[in-house]
């Protein structure tokens, strides 16, 4: 009975992940291994679906973000600014937070190329030999990444006449998804894009920094987790040290016509390297 009083709360928490770069690197790249160039990243652990229901929450983490961009990157007037993420308006968001921030700067926005990879190959499976699956499939992977909105729209919509019942679900998802993500599919197309930033909340803490070092539905300190993801981002090739952020950004650089910039409290659990 004692121990049932005096063990720990356990405590559900989500992050969120971004993590910022120049592209690929053309020296180290392969045609199979490309190779990312100068990439940073921040960490928040908090909870996080709560967190980003209202812009005005999601002010620490932009500011953070902002402050690794200019401290680290040189963003002269004409390099452009690219944010992906999942097509969450959260992230939009960000994106023109961005801009009013970096005002003679393109800053775009596109959906990353995982997130609808990954919903093409769930809808269309092929390993049977299906030749409308892997018809659609190899369609709508062309024309997501060329750009082509129309007809991307168009080829999932004329899957309704095939596809297992099943999928409707997932279909009817991810053509809203499309609908509500025009630039974001028309944007793929652009090149010559400087600094790339990747935003994405990850659930129960799963990405490709954290697979390596975290057990699948173990229970961590938080200490022991903070410490853990630390080691795995500091894998980055381009390793920054840990450097105190708790300042606020200049005030002539935001635009406070956006009145959720207000940066009084900025919390501690964010980490940048």
């Known amino acids: 009975m004692k121990w049932k009083e005096n063990r720990k709360k356990k405590i559900k928490k989500h992050s969120i992940f971004s993590t910022v770069h120049t592209g690929f690197d053309d020296e180290k790249s392969t045609e199979k291994r490309p190779v990312i160039a100068n990439k940073l990243g921040v960490i928040e652990l908090d909870n996080i679906p709560e967190y980003i229901k209202k812009d005005g929450k999601l002010t620490n983490f932009v500011n953070k973000l902002l402050i690794l961009i200019t401290s680290y990157y040189d963003i002269s007037d004409n390099i452009e600014i690219m944010v992906l993420g999942d097509g969450a308006p959260w992230i939009k968001n960000i994106a023109k937070f961005i801009q009013e921030y970096f005002p003679k700067n393109k800053v775009h926005y596109t959906i990353d190329k995982f997130h609808l990879t990954k919903r093409f190959k769930d809808l269309f499976p092929f390993q049977h030999k299906n030749k409308l699956n892997k018809k659609a499939y190899n369609d709508a992977i062309s024309y997501f990444y060329d750009g082509k909105y129309k007809e991307?729209?168009?080829?999932?919509?004329?899957?309704?006449?095939?596809?297992?019942?099943?999928?409707?679900?997932?279909?009817?998802?991810?053509?809203?998804?499309?609908?509500?993500?025009?630039?974001?599919?028309?944007?793929?197309?652009?090149?010559?894009?400087?600094?790339?930033?990747?935003?994405?909340?990850?659930?129960?803490?799963?990405?490709?920094?954290?697979?390596?070092?975290?057990?699948?539905?173990?229970?961590?300190?938080?200490?022991?987790?903070?410490?853990?993801?630390?080691?795995?981002?500091?894998?980055?090739?381009?390793?920054?040290?840990?450097?105190?952020?708790?300042?606020?950004?200049?005030?002539?650089?935001?635009?406070?016509?956006?009145?959720?910039?207000?940066?009084?409290?900025?919390?501690?659990?964010?980490?940048?390297?």
């Open 152 to 273: 991307l729209l168009n080829c999932l919509e004329s899957a309704t006449s095939f596809i297992r019942e099943t999928k409707i679900k997932l279909l009817k998802e991810t053509i809203r998804l499309i609908k509500n993500n025009e630039d974001g599919v028309k944007n793929q197309s652009l090149s010559k894009i400087i600094l790339v930033v990747i935003l994405r909340v990850i659930y129960r803490i799963i990405s490709h920094y954290c697979k390596g070092v975290l057990v699948k539905k173990a229970t961590y300190h938080e200490k022991t987790l903070k410490n853990k993801l630390n080691t795995s981002m500091s894998n980055f090739k381009n390793k920054i040290n840990l450097f105190n952020t708790n300042e606020p950004l200049e005030e002539n650089k935001i635009n406070y016509s956006v009145n959720n910039f207000v940066n009084n409290n900025l919390q501690t659990n964010l980490y940048v390297y």
